[in-house]
């Protein structure tokens, strides 16, 4: 298996009401979050990588205007669980976050390798669902994020 690259992307899918799609994970029961995924390759492009995720986990493809690359990554611990998808002395990850607003009336096709089912949820609801605590900061960020898109 190919060793992960420890460069990821976050992306908060929202509709216009900031209702938020959650995925739960086909590897852990009731672990909920938003798209996420590591690079494909070193130099891949942001962005690209957001559009790919979000395309490979719920079959959705939006244009550019849709997204709202915050300019914004955080740093943290990789579980314990998951560090055997990475090289040997790796221990923290950067994620990079981005919004897509996409309309939640989409049909969601998830891979079932990755993800076991979905929900639409109003955003404060979706940040006391997910598991991870830099996916429950971006969601409570949403709706200031998606007010002033210049952020």
Known sequence: MKKKIPKSVLVIAHDKDLNVLLLERADHKNFWQSITGSLDFAEENL????????????????????????N?????????HWKHRYDENINFNTEHIFSVCVDSKNK????????????????????????????????????????????
């Open 72 to 80: 914004l990554s955080r740093r943290f611990k990789i579980f314990s």
């Open 108 to 151: 969601i096709i998830l891979s079932p390798r990755e993800h076991v089912n979905f929900t639409w949820i109003f955003w404060r609801e979706a940040a006391d669902k997910c598991f991870s605590w830099t996916n429950v900061l971006a969601i409570k960020e949403l709706p200031i994020r998606y007010q002033d898109k210049s952020i």
């Open 47 to 70: 962005l690209d990588a957001a559009k790919r995720e979000l395309e490979e986990e719920t079959g959705i493809k939006t244009d550019n205007e849709n997204w709202l690359d915050w």
